[in-house]
């Protein structure tokens, strides 16, 4: 199947500086892409480039086989990680205004809207102004304004920055209700374990270039089962120093080691356990949190 989004070679300059360099990535129908990094990786520039906000300075950026950005774009729904909201309209009226744009006629337009407040539980906030709502809030009603014209494509930078626990499940099952039903979702995120729970696909940037891309699933299969997750009681310091273990990444009670080839894992728990009490003990593939430190790390060498 043709991509839904086709990036090659696109390279963004601001001044002296190069946002995004040579980077290209497919984005398949029906998947959820990551487009993930650090901040100040370049991928809000790319998405901007993607929704034709920006130009690339070289490359081309294709949407939807083809069809022009212009024409496209009543088929995008755009998450920015700025958000903007109408503060002085009521509720109701900015949603309406949204759908509207989008080219839904207003009947459609006032049932989606009935719809979507009751979905996330903003109902009785439609005839209030923006700008009484919370912070949180707010940010739930700039994401109904993203998807309320059903698009076939969804932008989304950042979603669930600053919220709570709480209405990041609510916004998260809205995502996966969304590819469900067969839309395609790009979402930019420097949260790993958001995007290893969610992504088909992932793009991970680091100084505007790509430095690993690839079903989530292939690129944590080709790091192997070399990493060990330890929960224990106790004093674990001895552990980092230990033979075959090669990398460490520190929680308290809480340890994820990288092992060397010719390591023993059954070794390690064996003497793990003469000095303190673990309750977990399990050899994984490599968390996507643990990839991208790596290859950040590397790539900053």
Sequence with gaps: MEPIVCVKAVTKRFGDVSAVRELSLDVAPGTIYGLLGPNGAGKTTTLRMILGIFLPDEGTISVFNGQGIEDAKSRIGYLPEERGLYRKMKVGDVLRFFCEIKG???????????????????W????????????????????????????????????FSGMDPVNTAQMKD??????????????????????????????????????VKGPLSQLKRSYGT???????????????????????????????????????????????????AVTRFEVVEPSLNRIFIEKV????E
């Design 104 to 122: 839904v006629d207003k009947i459609t337009s006032a049932r989606r809207v009935d719809y979507w407040l009751d979905k996330v539980g903003l």
């Design 124 to 159: 009785d906030w439609k005839e209030k102004k923006v700008e009484e709502l919370s912070r949180g809030m707010q940010q739930k009603v700039q994401f109904i304004a993203t998807v309320i014209h059903e698009p076939d494509l969804l932008v989304l930078d950042e979603p």
């Design 174 to 211: 809205i995502v996966v209700e969304q590819k469900n039903a067969g839309r395609t979702i790009i979402l930019s995120t420097h949260i790993m374990e958001q995007a290893e729970k969610l992504c088909d696909e992932i793009c991970l940037i680091n100084k505007g270039r790509a430095v």
């Design 226 to 276: 070399d990493s060990v997750h330890v929960q224990y009681s106790g004093d674990g310091s001895f552990i980092k120093q230990m033979p075959g273990v090669r990398s460490v990444d520190d929680y308290g009670n809480y340890i994820e080691l990288k092992l060397s080839r010719d390591a023993d894992a059954s070794a390690l728990l064996r003497e793990i356990c003469t000095k303190v």
């Design 297 to 300: 790390s590397q790539a900053d």
